[in-house]
């Protein structure tokens, strides 16, 4: 079955700080994943995609994810964090490749100090 | 662009209670599904639909029923509410099932007492 672990409920890291959010996925084909980003009292808005092609991706804000097959690991960076970055983070891989419902992970909240 | 629209945006309904919660796009998506968001859960698929005409279950579709008759619109259906289905509920889209992103609506909270 598929699934999506991030580790750690919450993350907090101080402003100008690398962020790094985990994500480890297990999946029988290929995957897609995404990271999307949720506001408080919003929906979720993409960051970023991984389907085919260079496995560096880049996102919207500065956020940037590598896929690494050997690892199933799927993890978000960003080299500075911002005031405005404080939010819920989410995971998310296909289930049976392109055919497939989107898996959550359970989120990740990144808390961003002063 | 409108995207998706969910109403109402807040609701509380007594156990036993039936309610419809709405979900429209204007994307002329193919793929929508309704997932719920509670607490150190994430979101967990309720159903979702990859065309007007089929439905079909997610993770958690019991108490819950959908329907698709246009492109634009999926509600869903709360038969008799539950203590249990006190939550956030969110409807997206997408162009096509899986790799195609999905875009959300702002969600709907809804508490049952």
């Known amino acids: 079955a598929q699934s999506v672990t991030q580790l750690g409920s919450h993350v907090s890291v101080s402003e100008g700080a690398l962020v790094l959010l985990r994500c480890n996925y297990s999946s029988s084909v290929p995957p897609y994943l995404f990271w999307y980003v949720q506001y408080p009292n919003q929906g979720l808005q993409l960051l970023l995609k991984?389907?085919?092609?260079?496995?560096l991706v880049k996102g919207i804000n500065g956020f940037e994810a590598e896929f690494k097959k050997s690892e199933t690991s799927f993890h978000l960076t960003k080299p500075s964090a911002h005031m405005s970055d404080a939010a819920e983070y989410f995971c998310a891989v296909t289930l049976g490749g392109s055919q497939g419902n989107l898996i959550f992970g359970k989120g990740t909240k990144l808390s961003v100090k002063p | 662009n409108a995207g998706v629209t969910q109403t109402p945006k807040f609701q509380v309904l007594k156990t036993g209670q039936s309610m419809t919660l709405q979900c429209a796009q204007d994307?002329?998506?193919?793929?929508m599904s309704w997932y719920r968001q509670d607490p150190g859960m994430g979101l967990r698929l309720i159903h979702y639909?990859?065309?007007?005409?089929?439905?079909d279950q997610g993770e958690v579709p019991n108490g819950y029923n959908v329907s698709r008759s246009t492109t634009e619109d999926f509600p869903l259906r709360l038969l008799s509410a539950a203590p249990s289905q006190t939550s956030v509920y969110f409807c997206?889209?997408?162009?096509?099932?899986?790799?195609?992103?999905?875009?959300f609506g702002n969600g709907t909270r809804l508490t049952v007492t």
């Open positions: 991984y389907t085919t092609g260079a496995t």
């Open positions: 997206a889209s997408s162009q096509k099932m899986g790799a195609s992103p999905l875009h």
């Open positions: 639909s990859v065309g007007a005409g089929i439905t």
């Open positions: 994307m002329n998506h193919e793929y």
